[in-house]
């Protein structure tokens, strides 16, 4: 059964990758595996379960060797240089993964598989800078973030010249070179004793991770809401109209833009209902408004 999910995941990465997420179907997927459309259900519920599945297939590769490198007994450097080669080589194998996610995945479950990849991210991001710290030491730490960004565009330019242009390159001998280069844009930095472009301090807006963590929190906690409001007797209190409320302020949470002012006033005729205060006080504390 394992071994089988696997192949259905390799095919499907493949033909998503060439022809993007909505166009491909659960028939080519399947036949690509060599299954029948009926089998096909038999691993994955629906293509939304495959999709899921296989972002946490090839993250959870990637991963893993990357994990293999920090176990060996190396010195910091040398184990920094091995982890950008391995890191290129696993990316490299997995081109067709790496192109899909330029398509758009517009679905529920793309949304949710999105979050985790973004979490994935930025644990990576955090990872960077711990490894850089460690091979530059203590002088390098109000360039960290600098640091991490100019590593991650060379790094990301590099893999897309080699994947979208046919770029042939030898990745030991270009982790090496990525080395030396962030060589000596520390060697300058602490020669120049530059002031850091990002520190903790910069001011940051909100990111589309932290957006879309917000999104998915008020969405839990107006769907706890619904649950409540179907407990009501209808003789007391007007079910329908407070779910219409609900669902008015769970498609003002969803909109691009979402008018606080204005799930501030929707939230404001929950007020009064016991059973629904502490929820209104969670969303409101999550959301950032007021308590009318």
């Known amino acids: 059964m394992q071994e089988k999910k696997i192949t259905i995941i390799e095919r499907a990465t493949e033909i998503i990758a060439k022809k993007g997420y909505h166009a491909a179907s659960i028939q080519e997927i399947a036949e690509a595996s060599k299954l029948s459309k009926g089998a096909f259900y038999l691993y994955f519920k629906s293509k ?35 982890r950008l080669a391995v890191m290129m080589r696993e990316l490299i194998k997995r081109g067709n993964f790496i192109i899909m996610q330029r398509h758009d995945i517009d679905t529920d479950i793309g949304k949710e598989m999105e979050l985790f990849f973004l979490e ?5 991001r955090r990872k960077t800078e711990l490894d850089l710290l460690e091979v530059y030491g203590e002088e390098s730490e109000p360039y960290l973030k600098d640091l991490r960004i100019l590593q991650e565009g060379i790094l990301s330019q590099i893999i897309a010249d ?10 030991d001998k270009t982790a090496a070179y990525i080395l030396e280069r962030m060589d000596d844009m520390v060697e300058g930095l602490l020669k120049r004793k530059a002031e850091p472009l990002v520190t903790e301090t910069t001011p940051v807006s909100a990111s589309i991770f932290e957006k879309e963590m917000k ?17 009501f007797d209808p003789q007391e209190k007007d079910v329908e109209e407070l779910q219409g409320i609900v669902e008015l302020i769970l498609e003002e949470v969803q909109k691009k833009d979402p008018k606080k002012l204005l799930i501030q006033g929707l939230a404001a005729n929950l007020k009064g209902i016991k059973e629904l205060d502490d929820l209104r006080l969670e969303l409101a504390s999550l959301l950032e408004i007021k308590v009318l």
């Open 48 to 82: 939304d379960e495959l999709f899921a599945e296989l972002l946490r297939y090839h993250i959870r590769l990637i991963t893993e060797a990357i994990e293999q490198v920090d176990q060996r007994v190396l010195d910091s450097r040398e184990k920094t240089k091995l």
């Open 120 to 124: 994935e991210m930025e644990k990576g």
């Open 162 to 171: 080699m994947l979208l242009h046919g770029l042939i390159l030898d990745l």
């Open 215 to 231: 999104e998915r929190e008020a969405k839990q906690i107006l769907e706890r809401m619904q649950v409540v409001i179907l407990t």
